[in-house]
T-cell receptor, first 114, second 114 residues
């Protein structure tokens, strides 16, 4: 089983619908992240959490919200999806003791908003 | 603000040929530097990282990268490319003055021809 699991892997939805992407991890890491990948733009940070009580905005948090339900679970919500939120979304984790930047990624959730 | 530039969107090399992928960054101090690889349909995997010390770092899968402070570069190299190296490669940077958040370049897609 994957260490970082994202569900769903693929989702097609309509403008205005509420969508939740879920992430769970078995690595025991405290830090979790949500990134968005668009062609030609690389990955951009949406939200991150350093522990269950800690939530921080990344560079592109508008239109998104997150919930850290437990150390192992970090979900991303789009309250009212719009077409320019069509993208590949990645959840990642890191261990604070290993220094910055060493992230472990899930396989991604491809979201299409019509 | 921190930024990472990967000048080449696509690169095609023949199997067995050498490879160099370019990465330049803009920061005031020496940042933490990373290369990640994304195989088709997969999440990102860390290839190598540079924090300090020897400016030539070795990574997994036979890759290496060299940090050149004078050029603000961290180029990725491999002496002999295999067909399985076809993937997208991302350079990434983190810096203490920006809370050690990872910033990614736009990526370089590597094609390997037989």
């Amino acid at each position: 089983d994957a260490d970082v699991t994202q569900t769903p892997r693929n989702r097609i939805t309509k403008t205005g619908k509420r969508i939740m992407l879920e992430c769970s991890q078995t690595k025991g890491h405290d830090r979790m992240y949500w990134y968005r990948q668009d062609p030609g733009l690389g990955l951009r940070l949406i939200y991150y959490s350093f522990d269950v009580k800690d939530i921080n905005k990344g560079e592109i948090s508008d239109g998104y919200s997150v919930s850290r339900q437990a150390q192992a679970k970090f979900s991303l919500s789009l309250e009212s999806a719009i077409p320019n939120q069509t993208a590949l979304y990645f959840c990642a984790t890191s261990d604070a003791d290993r220094g910055p930047g060493e992230l472990f990624f899930g396989e991604g959730s491809r979201l299409t908003v019509l | 603000a921190q930024s990472v530039t990967q000048p080449d969107i696509h690169i095609t090399v023949s199997e067995g040929a050498s490879l160099e992928l370019r990465c330049n960054y803009s920061y005031g101090a020496t940042p933490y530097l990373f290369w990640y690889v994304q195989s088709p349909g997969q999440g990102l995997q860390l290839l190598l990282k540079y924090f300090s010390g020897d400016t030539l770092v070795q990574g997994i899968k036979g890759f290496e990268a060299e940090f050149k402070r004078s050029q603000s570069s961290f180029n990725l190299r491999k002496p002999s490319v295999h067909w399985s190296d076809a993937a997208e490669y991302f350079c990434a940077v983190a810096a203490m003055e920006y809370g050690n958040k990872l910033v990614f370049g736009a990526g370089t897609i590597l094609r390997v021809k037989s």
